[in-house]
């Protein structure tokens, strides 16, 4: 019931809807400041007659207190109370501020988009943390950043709307209506935590797990866990897993993981660098190159994890700052994007491949390389993120 007016954010509730609601659950709603004040409205329903019209209420001027009046074809002249008269809204940020005091994490809510979408804090699940996000419409998720931030970067999360459109939100281990998340109990709103983790994928022995968990990742293949060290090529894995059989273009990757648009990455941008800083990004280059060669000589991972990281910084950058350079420049670029993201993928792999021989051969029978980058399982895997 609160849900449709949370979903559309320009319907007032009226005197009479208020009236209609039970009791308790209305003074809640008040006394919480769920809904405030608004403007009055200029039009009522008649209840003089069993006609179901609405007419235009009229102001009779007079000495003393205001009285209003709608005209009835069958009753004539009828008076409304001014309480009759009355609208409230929902404020979908108190809204949020209650939920997530029901969820109870610190230093929650967190607005990504002004009145229309939060994050309430997390939810301890078996073996991590969820995020709990909240959308006033499902809508508000497709059209913000956070569609376009990567999950091994917001993490295993789950969103609740009002109502669930036509499919789950992509990107979220589950998708929850509001009325399912929430309940009224009679006095209070209630979380009911079981329906949530009711609605995670369920984790078994078999359960194949690829999570990002703050400066590292776990990963649980076959029955076997390990963790490994958060790096760029892991960050692109994440992506490429959540999207199978899907090819992503390595500069939507790079992209992606930056969070800026593709677009800016291809030098659409219309920004030139100057040629004196672009030597210099030039030479650096070259000599983070080198350093790379000697880093994978010895072997040292700590090195060629560092250098590779300078590198995807360096070409973001010269993706960003070029932009009317030509097609050739821009072929340039994108040649180096190409080149550096499947080199940390491909590294990844290995790494990977130490930790569990059949998660890494799966990996190489299943991954494609190039301008495009895709997941193409030989086997349906069911990734829990
Ligand atoms: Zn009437």
Same mark, same amino acid.
């Given at each position: 019931m609160l849900s449709a007016w949370i979903e559309r954010d320009r319907i007032c509730l009226t005197a009479d809807d208020l009236d209609r609601l039970d009791g308790a659950f209305r003074d809640f709603l008040l006394e919480e400041r769920l809904i405030v004040r608004a403007e009055n409205a200029d039009h009522v329903s008649c209840? %003089?007659?069993? %006609?179901?019209h609405v007419e235009q209420v009229r102001r009779l001027p007079g000495t003393g207190t205001a009285r209003l009046r709608i005209y009835c074809p069958h009753a004539g002249w009828t008076e409304v109370p001014p309480r009759r008269l009355q609208q409230w809204r929902v404020d979908r940020s108190m809204v949020a501020g209650m939920l997530s005091r029901l969820i109870g994490? *610190?230093? %929650?809510?967190?607005? =990504? =988009? *002004?009145r229309s979408l939060w994050w309430l804090g997390t939810l301890e699940s078996g073996g991590g943390n969820c995020n709990v996000y909240f959308a006033a419409q499902q809508k508000a998720v497709e059209r913000s950043t956070l569609g376009r931030v990567t999950v091994a970067k917001r993490g295993r999360s789950i969103l609740i709307v009002p109502r669930i459109a036509e499919s789950p939100q992509e990107g979220f281990v589950a998708t929850v209506a509001l009325g399912e998340a929430f309940r009224w109990d009679g006095t209070t709103l209630v979380l009911q935590e079981d329906r949530l983790r009711a609605a995670l994928p369920v984790e078994g022995g078999e359960g194949a797990v690829f999570r990002r968990e703050g400066e590292t990742y776990r990963i649980s293949y076959a029955g076997h866990s390990f963790t490994l060290r958060q790096s760029v090529g892991l960050d692109y894995l994440a992506e490429l897993l959540c999207r199978p059989r899907q090819p992503m273009p390595a500069v939507t990757l790079l992209a992606t993981r930056a969070g800026v648009e593709a677009g800016a990455m291809k030098g659409s941008s219309g920004k030139v660098l100057d040629s004196q800083a672009r030597r210099e990004y030039e030479a650096r280059g070259r000599e983070l190159m080198c350093e790379l060669e000697d880093a994978r000589a010895c072997d040292d991972m700590g090195r060629i994890e560092a250098c590779q990281e300078e590198l995807d910084k360096l070409a973001r950058e010269l993706a960003k700052a070029t932009?009317?350079?030509?097609r050739d420049r821009e072929k340039r670029d994108a040649d180096k994007v190409r080149k550096s993201v499947s080199a940390a993928v491909k590294r990844a792999v290995q790494n990977i491949s130490k930790q569990n021989k059949e998660l890494g051969r799966h990996f190489e029978a299943s991954l494609t390389y190039g301008s495009e980058l895709c997941y193409s399982p030989e086997r349906e895997v069911d990734w829990c993120f």
């Open positions: 209840d %003089a007659c069993h %006609a179901h994490t *610190a230093n %929650a809510p967190e607005t =990504v =988009v *002004a932009g009317l350079g030509g």
